[in-house]
Structures are given as structure tokens and as C-alpha cells.
């Protein structure tokens, strides 16, 4: 099986929004995806993008996706976050996430980033599994906080 990975086009848009909804199904989020195709269109591309976008394809489908975004690190400096790994459920454990985590550190490495980092879901062993066999740390010790639109209202007290 080929695997082809190669950075998103604008075109694509609809292919990884499909992706981003399957894995919301998966994490039992399914009303979760608030981000529409157009959102990633204007986000992703043009003067200022966001975003930077890898996709994975076999025989010229899109069976997976790879989307970071530039962060700064207090202690470390440059570092990019890997927002999301994607790879369709029937292509699963078929290669297709390491070609492209391979092709996140390949870009991270050449952005002069120190760390590269990313969350996964404490019972998603197998991707937990999948990290760790290819040398990342996950932080177990740590907790992700987030403040979402009605957190930042309320917080702000509009």
C-alpha cells in the first residue's frame, strides 16, 4: 500500500472536516465539531494561516491528517502543537499515522521547534500505545484547562 503525504490544499477542506467529524464520533463528542468547512478554508490559507495542514491518501483518497500550529514555550522557546492525528478507522494500524506523525517531526524539526506536543485521552490506550512506542511522553500528571466561549463570557462577567 502507498501512502502519500502531503501538505492540505484549500480543496481538501471537505475531506478533513470529514475527518475531524469522525473522530468526534470517536471520542463520543458528536455535537462537538462547531468548525465549518469555510472556517477551515479562511483559517488555513491565505495571508496569515492559523493552521498548517498535512494529508495522508492511498490510491488518491484522503485517509487521515496531520494539523498543527505554531506555540511558544516559556521554558523552551518555539515548540509546535499538534492539534490532531487523524486517521480513518478503516485504515487504522495500516501505517498511515506514522508516516504522518514522521511528517509533523519532519516539519517541527525544520521550524527549529524544541518539542512538539499534542493530547490524547486517558482511555485511548491504543493511541497512547502508538506514541509511546515511537518515544513520546505522555504526561500523565498533567491536566488540560480550557475556558470555552461561555467560560470567557461568564469569566470576563458579560
Not at 479562511?42 to 500550529?69: N, S, W
Not at 506555540?71 to 509546535?80: A, D, K, L, M, N
Request: with cysteine; proline share 3%; glycine share 8%.
Amino acid at each position: 500500500m502507498d501512502i502519500v503525504v502531503r501538505d492540505a490544499l484549500k480543496n481538501d477542506m471537505q475531506a478533513v472536516h470529514a475527518l475531524i467529524t469522525e473522530l468526534a464520533v470517536f471520542e463520543k463528542e458528536p455535537n462537538a465539531v462547531k468548525v465549518s468547512i469555510s472556517d477551515l478554508e479562511r483559517d488555513g490559507f491565505g495571508k496569515d494561516p492559523k493552521f498548517h495542514c498535512f494529508v495522508a491518501e492511498v490510491g488518491k483518497k484522503i485517509v487521515g491528517i496531520a494539523l498543527v500550529y505554531a506555540r511558544y514555550s516559556t521554558w523552551q522557546g518555539p515548540v509546535i502543537h499538534l492539534e490532531d492525528l487523524i486517521v480513518t478507522a478503516t485504515m487504522r494500524g495500516k501505517g498511515v499515522g506514522s508516516v504522518l506523525l514522521k511528517e509533523v517531526v519532519r516539519y517541527g524539526m525544520s521550524k527549529g521547534v524544541r518539542r512538539i506536543s499534542w493530547e490524547v485521552l486517558d482511555w485511548n490506550e491504543p493511541a497512547i500505545q502508538f506514541y509511546e512506542q515511537r518515544g513520546a511522553k505522555v504526561l500523565r500528571d498533567w491536566d488540560v484547562v480550557q475556558l470555552d466561549e461561555e467560560g470567557m463570557k461568564k469569566f470576563l462577567g458579560e
